[in-house]
């Protein structure tokens, strides 16, 4: 499929595409034109860096973890890892779960106060200043 088919099924932009082709994120092929080829498992892909995008994680992070999450947990297999990827994970890891903590207090804070209003009823309706036959507030 062309570049803008893959563009509107995942919401992206062509442009989009091309920066995540351009950071390793993507890989299509190429059609005799030269024109950019993307297969279904593009769309999954692409959809997928969207959602991590949206997590917080950086592009740099994210090309190196890709293949960890193509592949069933019980068939990974690591060669070649750095200390600097561990300690970008470990840090990534800390970041999201202190984000995910700040997210849960403030989802059950906004609950709570939901039930707060819900169990007080309607608010009494703001009551218009009495005015005078003119229209003049009196």
Known sequence: MRIGEVARRTETTPRLLRYYEAQGLIA???????????DEDTV?????????????????LIVRILPCLST???????????PETVALLEEEHARLSARIECLTRNREAIGAYLTAMREAGPAPAERAPDREPDGAAR
């Not at 069933?72 to 750095?82: D, I």
């Open 72 to 82: 069933p947990r019980e068939n990974v297999r690591f060669s070649g890892v750095t």
């Open 28 to 38: 299509p092929g190429r059609a005799e034109n030269g024109y950019r080829e993307y």
């Open 44 to 60: 999954g892909r692409v959809r997928q860096v969207r959602e991590l995008l949206r997590a917080g994680l950086p592009t740099r």
